[in-house]
Nanobody, 121 residues
C-alpha cells in the first residue's frame, strides 16, 4: 500500500524557517512529479511548488525566492524549505506524488495527510 507521510510542520515566528518532508513508502514502479499544496482556513487549496522527475521546479508567485522544493529519489522523499515565513503562510500543507505503480499502469496522484504550519506575527 502506498503511503505519503509528511513531517516538519509546526509553529514559527514571522521571518523564521521550516523544512517540510514527505516520504513515500510502498511498492511502486516510478515517481513522476512531486509537489506541495496548501490550504488555509476558509480558502481553496493552492499550489505551492512542484518538481518534475527531471528536477525542473515550478513555484507559485508568492513563494518564489522564499521557498525551495527538492527531492531525493533514492529516499522517495520530497522536501520544502520555507524561509522568511509570513503569517499569510499559515495553512495545512499537503504533499503529492504522481506515481506509476506498475510498468503498464497509468500514473495516479497520491496525497499526504497534511501537516499544519502556523506562523505567528
Amino acid at each position: 500500500q502506498v503511503r505519503l507521510v509528511e513531517s516538519g510542520g509546526g509553529l514559527v515566528q514571522a521571518g523564521g524557517s521550516l523544512r517540510l518532508s514527505c516520504a513515500l513508502s510502498g511498492s511502486i514502479f516510478s515517481i513522476n512529479a512531486m509537489g506541495w499544496y496548501r490550504q488555509a482556513p476558509g480558502k481553496q487549496r493552492e499550489l505551492v511548488a512542484t518538481i518534475s522527475s527531471g528536477e525542473s521546479t515550478n513555484y507559485a508567485d508568492s513563494m518564489k525566492g522564499r521557498f525551495t522544493i527538492s527531492r531525493d529519489n533514492a529516499k522517495n522523499t520530497v522536501y520544502l524549505q520555507m524561509n522568511s515565513l509570513k503569517p499569510d503562510d499559515t495553512a495545512v500543507y499537503y504533499c503529492y506524488c504522481n506515481i506509476v505503480l506498475g510498468s503498464l499502469s497509468p500514473s495516479t496522484n497520491y496525497w499526504g495527510q497534511g501537516t499544519q504550519v502556523t506562523v505567528s506575527s
